[in-house]
T-cell receptor, first 113, second 115 residues
Framework: KAGVTQTPRYLIKTRGQQVTLSCSPI?????VSWYQQTPGQGLQFLFEYFSETQRNKGNFPGRFSGRQFSNSRSEMNVSTLELGDSALYLC????????????FGPGTRLTVT | AQKVTQAQTEISVVEKEDVTLDCVYE???????LFWYKQPPSGELVFLIRRNSFDEQNEISGRYSWNFQKSTSSFNFTITASQVVDSAVYFCALTVYNQGGKLIFGQGTELSVKP
């Protein structure tokens, strides 16, 4: 089975711009979660989607949003980028998300200048 | 609220030494799940093990073993006869029932195994 894929792998954006990251889960997995990883804050949960609905949300401002499509693929969007948004964004998929292990993609490294 | 604490920020050992990575968790929920992940220098998080709160049986997988003790809220990870390839950052994580796919991670322990 193919693993979780994320595109793009690297991205450089300017403050104020917006960005969309994409995630394709493992075939058959219906839950997709997003995490932000930074040296200072570590790994932080952004949100989770299951069957095209946001099921859980972390403590991030409304500039961070996401969606899931009927084929379970997911996108996350960050609007009005700030320097502090520079991070590794990780996507993870699991069968249903409810206590099942999550499998992570390679991440998208976002740099905001 | 849930919390995971990995008090060891960095550990350095010489190859073939045994090493234990500590993980202490906090939750008031009775149904929860614990995980360990490995993040090598390449950056991709690799799933190692999952445990639910009703299964305190310890587990061994090759050189890896896990000790789950509810009485001390700990889920420790031991690598026996460490190898250079074990060098990575290791994360302990927690999720609780009805929280879906929300993992709460510890800060991670960076393990360096020197030849």
């Amino acid at each position: 089975k193919a693993g979780v894929t994320q595109t793009p792998r690297y991205l450089i954006k300017t403050r104020g711009q917006q960005v969309t990251l994409s995630c394709s889960p493992i075939s058959g997995h219906r839950s997709v979660s997003w995490y932000q990883q930074t040296p200072g804050q570590g790994l932080q949960f952004l949100f989770e989607y299951f069957s095209e609905t946001q099921r859980n949300k972390g403590n991030f401002p409304g500039r961070f949003s996401g969606r899931q499509f009927s084929n379970s693929r997911s996108e996350m969007n960050v609007s009005t980028l700030e320097l502090g948004d520079s991070a590794l964004y990780l996507c993870a998929s699991s069968l249903t998300g409810e206590g099942y292990e999550q499998y992570f993609g390679p991440g998208t490294r976002l740099t905001v200048t | 609220a849930q919390k995971v604490t990995q008090a060891q920020t960095e550990i350095s050992v010489v190859e073939k030494e045994d090493v234990t990575l500590d993980c202490v968790y906090e939750t008031r929920d009775t149904t929860y799940y614990l995980f360990w992940y490995k993040q090598p220098p390449s950056g991709e998080l690799v799933f190692l093990i999952r445990r639910n709160s009703f299964d305190e049986q310890n587990e061994i997988s090759g050189r890896y073993s896990w000790n789950f003790q509810k009485s001390t809220s700990s889920f420790n990870f031991t690598i026996t006869a460490s190898q250079v390839v074990d060098s990575a950052v290791y994360f302990c994580a927690l999720t609780v029932y009805n929280q879906g796919g929300k993992l709460i991670f510890g800060q991670g322990t960076e393990l360096s195994v020197k030849p």
